[in-house]
């Protein structure tokens, strides 16, 4: 697709519904979330998903790329707004993209967010808006994470409004991968609360 200056491969199903876009890790790309069984669970239940390439990926295929926080997240706004039109998201981010997703949450609506072990998410810029999200959001960290800490998560559940921490227990910072059966309940119940 091309969109925002950028071309950039997704994986996408579009059914009517609050629509999920995911944002990948640094060393990932959309087909991670294929990887673990989540598009295959979305499809069957027909909820609509956008599983973005995102340029500041190491992995992505996107031309240009990009690390500027600006321009991904002006990227997943117009890809999502080309999918889905006026529907609010869902955003689910991993490392990186967690990041990202908060960042968008604090410029665009979004129905609720699934973060993993989201980078840089304390960030004093970030930190003075989220007394404004009104939303629901899931912070998943592994208890193996040895690239972000433990307190960071805690700090960032006890700042955002309406946030809860889980634990994956033996889990890596790509707790998502050690654990997709519990990343996909825990999606779930995250999407039932946002519609």
């Known amino acids: 697709m091309n969109v925002a200056g ?15 876009v995911f944002l990948h890790g640094l ?21 609509p998903f956008l599983a973005l390439n995102m340029p500041y990926g190491l992995k992505s295929q996107c031309q240009p790329k990009t690390r500027d926080p600006q321009k991904n997240i002006a990227f997943a706004n117009e890809s999502t707004k080309t999918f889905f039109g006026s529907e609010v998201p869902v955003l689910v981010g991993a490392s990186i993209g967690g990041n990202m997703a908060l960042r968008y949450a604090a410029r665009f609506p979004v ?32 208890s193996q994470d040895n690239i972000v800490a433990s307190e960071d998560m805690r700090t960032l559940a006890d700042k955002l409004p309406n946030a809860k921490l889980v634990v994956y227990d033996g889990a890596n910072h790509s707790a998502y991968k ?18």
Do not use: H
């Open 6 to 20: 950028y071309k950039c491969p997704a994986l996408y199903y579009t059914a009517s519904g609050v629509p999920i």
């Open 178 to 195: 050690d654990e997709p059966d519990r990343f996909k309940r825990d999606l779930l119940e995250l999407y039932a609360n946002a519609e």
């Open 111 to 142: 129905k609720g967010l699934l973060l993993v072990a989201p980078s840089r998410a304390l960030e004093p810029d970030l930190v003075q808006l989220y007394s404004q999200f009104k939303f629901s959001t899931t912070i998943v960290w592994g």
């Open 27 to 47: 060393s990932y790309g959309a087909d991670i979330w294929q990887r673990i069984g989540v598009t295959d669970l979305l499809m069957k239940k027909r909820v």
